[in-house]
């Protein structure tokens, strides 16, 4: 295993971003800005998610997320992400808008128009080595989904909205193919251990890899806001 995480440039950022945002704008949200905290934690799941072969939620209350798995279809990022980005809208054609809430099979979707976030980051990580497992996380803030909410978040689209053409890919179907549930509608006590632990293999993974002491400083701040919130539930 030689799990490698290609530094996501400036410009393959914006494109993202971009892209994301043109979804965004057929529903009246308003676009995301990408956020590096943000981004330094869905690189960390990535990395932890394909090093230990797993393929599930990280249970942060903070953030939304969304996880997309893919192998044997190269190694090209942007492409690759896109492709996340287009299986996760294509939801879209399982929601009801005239019956507007949580249903299975669209949390990805409407994770990732929800009108209310406002910033996002992205984690991809690739093992070369293994047909090129990659596993891609999105993560959002404020995060979205929540029950009795989506009206308002989850507007119609305007006009018509072509569903885009899937990514030409090889013909093996990437395996495992799990499609895992968004992150279950919050509640003030929920996974509180969880996220405990997830946010300290965060710290130990920045103090480890030598990342910069501000990253290791933002990571403790975010432990603190979590702890603070569960004090005040």
């Known amino acids: 295993m030689s799990i490698q995480q290609p530094t996501i440039t400036p410009e393959q950022k914006t494109e993202i971003t971009n ?3 043109n ?6 949200s308003p676009p995301l800005t990408w956020d590096e905290t943000i981004a330094t934690f869905a690189q960390q799941w990535s990395f932890y998610l394909l090093s230990n072969n797993l393929f599930q939620h990280s249970g942060s209350a903070l953030y939304g997320e969304n996880l997309a798995y893919f192998e044997g279809y190269g190694n ?6 896109k492709k996340a980005i287009d299986n996760w809208y294509n939801e879209i054609t399982l929601y009801d808008f005239t019956n507007p809430g949580y249903k299975q099979g669209t949390g990805h979707f409407t994770c990732l128009v929800w009108k209310s976030s406002t910033k996002f980051g992205m984690g991809f990580s ?4 293994n047909n090129n497992k990659v596993d891609i996380t999105f993560n959002s803030e404020p995060p979205g ?12 689209p ?14 093996p179907t990437p395996t495992p193919t799990p499609t895992p549930t968004p992150i279950p509608i919050p509640t003030p006590a929920q996974s509180n251990k969880k996220v405990i632990i997830v946010a300290l293999y965060n710290i130990i993974y920045i103090i ?18 979590v702890v603070n919130n569960m004090a005040i539930v």
Do not use: E, M, W
């Open 145 to 156: 989904n929540y029950q009795g909410q989506f009206a308002q978040n989850v507007l119609a």
């Open 76 to 81: 090209d990022i942007v492409v690759l992400l």
């Open 158 to 171: 305007t006009g018509t909205t072509p569903i885009p053409l899937p990514t030409p890919t090889p013909t």
């Open 19 to 21: 892209y994301i945002n």
């Open 208 to 225: 480890q890899s030598n990342q910069p002491k501000v990253k290791v400083i933002t990571a403790l701040y975010d432990l603190i806001k």
């Open 23 to 28: 979804y965004r704008a057929r529903h009246q």
């Open 126 to 129: 690739i093992d070369p080595s």
